[in-house]
């Protein structure tokens, strides 16, 4: 046998090997590098006409959610955004809203009909969600108390998720997130929601007492 026959078939190897790599792979999900890290910083119109910077949220746990009034899959997630925002009200917890690539009019007419009093800001050169590395809402950010994004969740985000991770970075104090930041290094906690279109089959309301504990 000749050194040529041997050659092209182990010059193989490698490629399909990496093709069955790839067959384990879900083209779906597309990793972040963010959490772990400090949450971008930006200053952005509310849709009440005020202006909103994530800095004055400092010392709350904040869950950024990318949303639009034409997201089919921001439906189902509102609900459970509706009630945290209830359940945790008087805690050091504060939902926060950034506008896709819709129209502030539209976006204001979705909230006004789905309810919801938190605020949500205008994003009209997606500036924010490039810097966040959106490719399609909804995706929503976890951040600690510290400004630390702690986990992102790609697709709908369900009450399970919600309380899991508000519960979590309440409890944690500012050494305790030091050291979960410095955990996280190397690791990518990202979530995602099977068909980015929400399974109400999956979901189990929020509490309704008060207190979120």
């Known amino acids: 046998m000749s ?9 193989a190897i490698p490629i399909v ?22 949450a971008f910083e930006f200053t952005s119109p509310t849709l009440d006409g005020d202006t909103l ?19 089919i899959a921001c439906i189902d997630e509102h609900r459970v955004f509706v009630e945290a925002e209830r359940y945790y009200a008087g805690q050091d917890f504060q939902m926060l809203g950034v506008v896709y690539q819709d129209s502030p009019e539209n976006a204001r007419r979705w909230m006004a009909r789905m309810g919801g009093s938190w605020p ?3 994003d009209p050169s997606s500036r924010i969600a490039i810097d966040y590395g959106v490719y399609g809402v909804p995706e929503t950010y976890f951040i600690a108390r510290d400004g630390r994004i702690a986990y992102k969740q790609i697709g709908p985000v ?12 309440l409890a944690e104090s500012t050494d305790a997130g030091a050291a979960a930041a410095e955990a996280l290094e190397g690791e990518v906690p990202t979530g995602r929601s099977e068909g980015h279109t ?12 008060q207190g979120g504990q």
């Open 3 to 11: 050194w040529k026959k041997v050659l092209i078939p182990a010059s």
């Open 17 to 38: 090997a990496l093709l069955a790599y790839g067959l384990t792979r879900d083209p779906n999900i597309v990793e972040s590098p963010l959490p772990g890290r400090a």
């Open 53 to 71: 910077s994530l800095g004055d949220l400092e010392g709350k746990v904040v869950v950024l959610n990318f949303w639009a009034s034409w997201c």
């Open 120 to 122: 949500s800001v205008i």
């Open 158 to 169: 369900y009450p399970q998720v919600m309380v899991y991770w508000v519960d979590r970075l």
């Open 198 to 209: 929400g399974d109400r089959s999956r979901a189990t309301p929020i509490p309704q007492t």
